[in-house]
């Protein structure tokens, strides 16, 4: 929008506001105590404004990402995607987005209509991690609100689960197909999904998955130490996973023959995980530890955390936000308009997201996946009342 018709603009909705200002003495307060502008046909709906932000065609300078036209800074320069270029967290290799899941989602496959409308159940049954809330909907009408009492808080367990309690969340993964989708399906919050989808989607996180790998390599160590212990007569030593906090940590500071791409296994006498940051997971509860009950607490800031939680957005385990993304420096195109350089030298978990969420990103990890998966994905995020929790 030129100069010139900004400013006809701004005097339209000014002549606008006058005429809105001398008719409110003719303004009717209905019983609701709202008050109308009412002419002898009702409502004047031309004297409402509205606003525009005008068309989604202006690239960033920085990421390339679409912006809208009139949200341009005065100085020309985007911060909601890349904070005027410092934002680019592209240490991270995304890999393309499984086509199987892309049809699903741009309802180009048989099974789209069943997916989208149980894709909230679905996720959570091939969830390596639970989210739990308080959640306390506002009662009365009107649209969906999801709110909640205190904080949200994630958790996973162990490999297997304690006496009497039914197999769920990663736990399914070291069955067998037929078996996982059996257990799958027998929950009630995915009666209405298709058998043939859960066995494609479980068969899509054997394949591509690296902690459905993990699990899986956790669950063979598991049997190898028990057989070599029965062998011997002796008792069978502990083995763990550490799901690790850096994944692009050296494997040589992991003592341990058994490693992944996320994960490194551990028996006792491979010592314990050098770093306190990593997630250990235990093959079984301790029945002599009086919180054997609990579920392990995944924090905020753990960079798997979002795989874990969401495997149909993230289906081959990748390693989201985390504390130790860099800001990039600024080039002295920008330095010259802003000479003081910033005090935060980490990018925020807002700039994070914001920058992979902006439209039109050609380096952004959804632009690599062709399709907007967190669009076409809403309900994920909806919660209907249903219990994520591991029991």
């Not at 701004?10 to 502008?37: A, D, H």
């Not at 270029?85 to 240490?91: A, S, T, W």
């Not at 994920?380 to 029991?391: E, V």
Request: hydrophobic content about 30%; overall charge positive; some cysteine.
């Amino acid at each position: 929008m030129s100069k010139d018709q900004r400013a006809s603009e701004v005097e339209r909705r000014r002549q606008c506001r006058q005429t809105m200002s001398k008719e409110q003495s003719s303004t009717s307060t209905t019983n609701t105590g709202r008050n109308c502008l009412l002419s002898e046909n009702g409502v004047h709906e031309d004297a409402i404004l509205q606003h525009s932000c005008g068309g989604m065609t202006v690239r960033c300078e920085f990421c390339l990402s679409l912006n809208f036209s009139d949200e341009k800074p005065s100085d020309g320069k985007f911060t909601q995607c890349c904070s005027k270029g410092k934002v680019c967290p592209n240490d991270t290799h995304f890999p393309e987005y499984p086509a199987y899941l892309k049809r699903l989602m741009t309802n180009e496959d048989s099974d789209s209509k069943n997916f989208m409308k149980n894709i909230r159940s679905i996720n959570s049954s091939f969830a390596f991690a639970s989210m739990g809330a308080n959640i306390a909907s506002p009662s009365g009408y009107g649209p969906y609100c999801f709110r909640i009492l205190g904080q949200v808080y994630h958790h996973t367990g162990t490999l297997h689960p304690s006496d009497g309690v039914s197999r769920k969340f990663a736990q399914l993964y070291i069955l067998d197909t037929a078996e996982a989708t059996s257990k799958r399906l027998a929950m009630p919050e995915n009666q209405g999904c298709s058998e043939r989808l859960m066995i494609n989607i479980n068969n899509l996180m054997h394949e591509i998955n690296e902690l459905t790998k993990s699990y899986k390599m956790l669950h063979e160590v598991e049997k190898e130490t028990q057989s070599e212990a029965a062998a011997k007569g002796i008792a069978s030593t502990e083995v763990t996973m550490a799901i690790k906090y850096d994944c692009n940590s050296d494997p040589g500071r992991y003592n341990s023959p058994h490693v992944t791409e996320v994960a490194v296994i551990f028996r006792n006498e491979d010592g314990e995980p050098p770093f306190e940051r990593d997630l250990v997971i235990h093959c079984k509860p301790d029945p002599n530890n009086p919180n054997a009950t609990k579920m392990k607490q995944i924090s905020i800031l753990f960079p798997t955390l979002d795989a874990m939680t969401y495997p149909i957005l993230f289906p081959h385990g990748e390693k989201g936000w985390g504390t130790d993304i860099a800001l990039r420096l600024r080039d002295n195109s920008v330095l010259k308009n802003n000479t003081r350089q910033n005090v935060r030298t980490r990018v925020t978990q807002m700039q994070y997201y914001g920058f992979h969420l902006c439209e039109g990103h050609v380096q952004s990890y959804f632009k690599c996946r062709k399709v907007n998966s967190t669009v076409y994905c809403g309900f994920i995020f909806k919660n209907g009342g249903q219990s994520d929790k591991f029991h």
